[in-house]
């Protein structure tokens, strides 16, 4: 097609849709998207609202400036996020901008699950509702739902996992996104900040559980709520007959910093949770907590624990070596670029493997794609815990 004809011809598919979730992925507004692509927001508009299709040479600036390839921006929809009961944490802090980033790289990755979901068999989700219930009995009751009793919890992100609760990572743009969490239809998703401690990964992981067990019911998230997946996540990780068993009492800080492994929560977590169930009077909560904000103990963990991540898809991309399928496949079946893929997947396809299965695998890499495909549609059993 000559430049000419380019700037003429209107593109026979586009999804305004797509072109909304690049944008806000992007964390662009409508005008700063005109500037970038040189039309006018009345244009835009004309797309979003009134089926206008772009010309050749408008979208080709569309994927040059938004980054996306473009049959990203000819396929169907993407899966909206639910607008209500999504959970956000410091709601009130968040911009439209950052929060429409995040429910970008949610939309993005409702189809990175989508894509796994048609090639392996995943645990089936089984996160039991309790809306009615307090957080402390509620925390007691998936727990005994799990058949985990009071047992400490090894691995938090999969344990959410094994239980069905589909876990990505949030990119490094939304950093100022604690972690959120929904369910499309009977599937939980959940999206984590990896830029945190370990422990307070953890912390989040249970407490976006806690927004799917309290208040997946509709319900729009506010203050309430908040205080409500805290005191279920401390509960959750920290069983009140456990702390009551094992943590040091009338302990020094020394003595909290070496308890907190057995649960694998922070030194703050545990103080906050041995007051709460009545092992620390007010005076020394206040107290140790005082010591341990003036030691930087709040934002830098003594003696930190080994970082979690996510074990599905560790395991998703071993298999996908197997077969041969590269990340970059990967990404060209998403139609995303692989930056995108790693930023969503906690890097995990980066994860160092058995250089002798790479070399075996190249040639499928490179161009026997037809016979990958047919390979990696074979379902497969997932490991269950
Ligand atoms: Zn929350």
New binding site residues.
Partial sequence: MSSDDRRKVVAPRFNPQRLDTARRRRGWSRVKLAQEIEISSRMIRAYEHEGRHPTVETLDRMVDRLGFPRPFFEADDLEEIPAVGT?F?ALSNLTAKERNQATAAGQIATAISAWIDERFTLPEPDVPSFPEVDPETASLAVRQHWGIGEKSVGHMLRMAEVHGVRVFSLPRECDSVDAFSFKLGRVPFMFLNTQKSAERLRMDVA?ELA?LVLHWAGKS?GRT??HE?AQFASAFLMPRASVISHAPRNGTIKDIVAAKHRWRVSAAALTYRMHKVGMLSDWRYRKTFAYLSRRGYRTSEPNPIAPESSDVLEQVYRLLREDGVSRAEMASQLLIPPAELSSLTFGLEAMPEDPAATAAAKPAWEGELAATHAAIDRRRRFRAV
């Fill in positions: 959970s944490r407490h927004h998230q709520e908040e997946a």
